[in-house]
């Protein structure tokens, strides 16, 4: 059916990129979602009156937070290429751009994962402490679960960030709609396959943007 209006279009071709976006933005978001509650942790736990107040250590960490972020996606790429490669033994294909995509994302989504926990009630935290409770026990038991709801918010948001990264990828080649859309579509001039492609990527966004709310509103007790 899709043929018939779009006749430039490949099928086949087509459900492999979409596939490729599918496993790119789900692989790496897992990965940032454990990196990104790690430095969330980290910023929020150092801070000044934080559990593990330290100065020099959340310097560090809010300094690497700060320019990871600052550096452009695509030239984020370029330059994990060594890494990439060492990492990965190619530069190519859906898995080569897996630790470019965590590595661009893990900081943004720590510093959501950071505003997320510092809107925890101080007073839910100074309870637990007073009840002898170890700094594992507030992690777990207070400070994640109270803040679930943004954390998914934010897990959201990051999604939806990646989905984009994916289709930036995919112009040096890591595959997906990207990919499909730039090397197959606008090179040959056939500008029908970035239509379809570029909607492709809008339902994509829209299908993860769904489940993060449905989730984030059951998830809020409020």
């Given at each position: 059916?899709?043929?018939?209006?779009?006749?430039n279009?490949?099928?086949?071709?087509?459900?492999?990129?979409t596939?490729?976006?599918?496993?790119?933005?789900?692989?790496?978001?897992?990965?940032?979602?454990?990196?990104?509650?790690?430095?969330?942790?980290?910023?929020y736990?150092?801070?000044?009156?934080?559990?593990?107040?330290?100065?020099?250590?959340?310097?560090?960490v809010?300094?690497?937070?700060?320019?990871?972020?600052?550096?452009?996606?695509?030239?984020?790429?370029?330059?994990?290429?060594?890494?990439?490669?060492?990492?990965?033994?190619?530069?190519?294909?859906?898995?080569a751009?897996?630790?470019?995509?965590?590595?661009?994302?893990?900081?943004?989504?720590?510093?959501?994962?950071?505003?997320?926990?510092?809107?925890v009630?101080?007073?839910?935290?100074?309870?637990?402490?007073?009840?002898?409770?170890?700094?594992?026990?507030?992690?777990?038991?207070?400070?994640?679960?109270?803040?679930?709801p943004?954390?998914?918010?934010?897990?959201?948001?990051?999604?939806?960030?990646?989905?984009?990264?994916?289709?930036?990828?995919?112009?040096?080649?890591?595959?997906?709609?990207?990919?499909?859309?730039?090397?197959?579509?606008?090179?040959?001039?056939?500008?029908?396959?970035?239509?379809?492609?570029?909607?492709l990527?809008?339902?994509?966004?829209?299908?993860?943007?769904?489940?993060?709310?449905?989730?984030?509103?059951?998830?809020?007790?409020?």
């Amino acid at each position: 059916m899709l043929t018939n209006i779009f006749p430039n279009l490949n099928m086949e071709d087509l459900w492999v990129a979409t596939y490729e976006t599918f496993y790119m933005t789900i692989l790496s978001l897992f990965g940032t979602f454990i990196f990104g509650i790690l430095l969330g942790l980290l910023l929020y736990l150092t801070m000044k009156g934080g559990i593990w107040q330290n100065k020099l250590l959340n310097l560090i960490v809010a300094s690497i937070v700060n320019v990871f972020r600052a550096i452009p996606f695509i030239i984020l790429i370029l330059l994990l290429f060594p890494f990439t490669d060492f990492l990965i033994g190619t530069i190519r294909g859906p898995n080569a751009a897996l630790p470019a995509l965590i590595i661009g994302a893990a900081p943004f989504y720590g510093r959501l994962v950071e505003i997320a926990l510092k809107e925890v009630d101080k007073g839910v935290i100074e309870a637990a402490k007073s009840m002898g409770a170890k700094t594992r026990t507030i992690i777990f038991r207070v400070l994640l679960p109270e803040s679930m709801p943004a954390l998914v918010s934010g897990l959201t948001v990051t999604a939806i960030a990646l989905i984009g990264y994916t289709a930036m990828a995919g112009v040096i080649g890591a595959g997906g709609l990207g990919n499909y859309a730039y090397f197959f579509g606008f090179q040959r001039r056939m500008f029908d396959v970035v239509f379809v492609c570029t909607v492709l990527i809008v339902i994509i966004v829209f299908i993860f943007q769904f489940i993060g709310d449905f989730i984030t509103n059951k998830l809020d007790k409020r």
